[in-house]
């Protein structure tokens, strides 16, 4: 029951009946009631939403449902950050109220999804204590390349809005480069589910399976950078992830993308939703790539691009 003393949604599998098509006829098309009070503001549920989640973060990290273990370290995980960075580029991006509101928080997440490049900027590491330092053992050796390069788009989108051509060259070496050039499989193609950054075998069962959703972060990824900057190399990498993610996870019979495949590049599930794989990683990125590459193909005939390094050797020479 909502507020109204009504049911919250429409009965399901129900004809609606004359008084229900007046009552949520309007609702379901995003106007106002008849009568009763009015509907709730989206946006500014939103944003107390948004404070709430502020106060969690960097205040009372409890409401975040990650007890601290008796005797565990200290950590901090890249994932939350970078998702608090990724909700402020969100409510900014229409409406330069918000967007100058939460300005510093933009900062202050970018930061600390910053300090996550470790090893004299040859690694970016999951879990950092909080004081931006490596932690020892398994835990502060992991990374996940799909999420440094999920950080990466997110890190570029803020480059962006703040103007600084010198982060966003950090952006692009540290958190698509680095975790491309580590996690792309060099045997059978695609990018690790997780690695150990002393060349360890990592502790997670799935470490080796190439999943749905690394893929789908790098093809933003590359492509923002290339529609940035021009950088060949960038679109090289786009085409040979796109190459891949197409030909190994989409179903050519029944359409979608199945999410879970072994290292050598075969369905292992044949499920294409569940707890973890919904509809969110595919739909954002196809959705955006196609926005990017509507733009670059608005733009005027580029000059042909010079000969593509192999970006999984750039820098190891």
Not at 48 to 63: A, F, L, T, Y
Request: aromatic share 8%; proline share 9%.
């Amino acid at each position: 029951m909502n507020g109204w003393g009504e049911m919250a949604h429409p009965p399901q599998g129900q004809a609606l009946g004359a008084q229900q098509v007046r009552t949520w006829g309007p609702r379901l098309g995003g106007m106002q009631p008849q009568s009763g009070p009015p509907l709730p503001n989206p946006q500014s549920e939103a944003v107390e939403m948004m404070d709430q989640i502020i106060h969690w973060v960097r205040e009372d990290p409890s409401g975040l449902g990650r007890p601290q273990l008796p005797g565990a370290p200290a950590t901090e995980s890249m994932a939350v950050p970078m998702m608090l960075l990724n909700l402020v580029d969100q409510l900014g991006e229409e409406d330069e109220e918000l967007a100058g509101k939460y300005a510093e928080l933009g900062d202050w997440c970018a930061q600390r999804v910053l300090q996550h490049v470790q090893r004299d900027g040859q690694a970016v590491l999951e879990h950092v204590s909080e004081d931006g330092e490596e932690l020892s053992g398994c835990l502060g050796r992991h990374q996940n390349p799909g999420h440094a390069l999920e950080a990466g788009w997110f890190l570029l989108r803020h480059t962006h809005r703040r103007g600084d051509p010198a982060l966003r060259a950090h952006v692009i070496d540290k958190f698509l480069l680095l975790p491309f050039r580590s996690g792309w499989d060099p045997e059978h193609g695609g990018l690790f589910s997780f690695q150990d950054a002393d060349g360890l075998c990592p502790t997670q069962l799935e470490w080796a399976m190439k999943l749905w959703w690394p893929h789908s972060e790098a093809m933003i990824a590359f492509l923002m950078g290339y529609s940035d900057g021009g950088d060949p190399t960038l679109l090289h990498v786009f085409y040979q992830v796109a190459e891949y993610t197409f030909r190994q996870f989409r179903d050519p019979e029944y359409g979608e993308w199945f999410g879970y495949l072994n290292r050598e590049g075969k369905v292992a599930l044949t499920i294409k939703g569940g707890p973890f794989k919904g509809c969110f990683h595919v739909p954002r990125c196809l959705a955006m790539c196609e926005e990017m590459l509507s733009a670059l193909l608005s733009r005027p005939a580029l000059a042909p691009a010079r000969p593509v390094p192999d970006p999984a050797r750039r820098g190891a020479e």
